[in-house]
């Protein structure tokens, strides 16, 4: 009875410091709005430039449920998720095309590192002339960068699967088909996800900067040019801070997928 009870008490310990541990993140939020409103209430900074972020999160909810920040949301999600779809499409098979013979990602190897090397912003008047300040060429930019990483890293998957994998396939008379869909397509799952999961926040990153300077009705990345434009501080930040939280949530979601899909990485 005694070591049963004993028992019990270890699993409601465990329990607990589990929940606890669940709420460790949480601690990094607090200690920036605590920060955030010391700095505001402090004198430091004007008031008028930084308003307290209760102001900020009242400001957002407002914005959101009663004003037209849903809509701006909506469409930079729309354009995120256009540019990144088109990327994977395309980025995707390229890349595991290019990482089953290595001589032919070496002959374009440069190519993919100088592209990926280069600041997306700066060529954005390069898009512009090729295709307008349409929202089809904000999609495009967006997904150009995307592209980049996620051929880089499907094919960086493929070129370093676990030979021994290769090896005991082919021993138990495996064929060149076989080899590559069962073998290194899913021995480059762990890293395709990882460009996948970049590739949508270079989306969001490059869309936002993209509604920014090149112009668009509606967006989050307007919203807060337009924002800073009229000192309009609190929506500026409000929108900041939602773009913030779709990235996260965004990166979260893409967790969740890779764990079901790949639960055996690192096995």
Known sequence: MTATYGSKRRVQTALRFRHIDQLLPLVGV????????????????????????????????????????????????????????????VGVPLGVALGSSEKLYRSVEFLIDFFRSTPA???????????????????VIAAFSALLLIVFNS??????????RILAAKVMGANRWRVFTDVLLMESLP??????????????????????????????????????????????????????????FLNVLFLLVEKRVIHWSGK
Request: charged share 10%.
């Open 30 to 89: 607090l200690a920036l709005f605590i920060i955030w409103w010391l700095i505001s209430v402090s004198g430091w900074v004007n008031p008028v430039l930084l308003p307290t972020p209760w102001t900020t999160i009242a400001t957002l909810f407002q914005a959101m449920f009663t004003g037209n920040m849903a809509i701006d949301f909506g469409a930079t999600v729309l354009r995120t998720f256009s540019a990144f779809l088109l990327a994977a499409l």
């Open 121 to 139: 912003s700066a060529l954005i008047p390069m898009f512009i002339l090729f295709f307008g300040v349409s929202d089809f060429s904000k999609v």
């Open 155 to 164: 094919a960086y998957g493929v070129i370093n699967a676990k030979q021994s």
């Open 191 to 248: 890293q395709t996800f990882i460009g996948l999961r970049s590739g949508i926040s270079i989306s969001l990153v490059i869309v936002i900067v993209a509604e920014m300077f090149i112009g668009t009705e509606q967006g989050l990345g307007k919203r807060i040019i337009d924002a800073q434009q009229v000192l309009n501080v609190q929506d500026m930040y409000a929108s900041i801070l939602v773009t913030g939280l779709l990235g996260y």
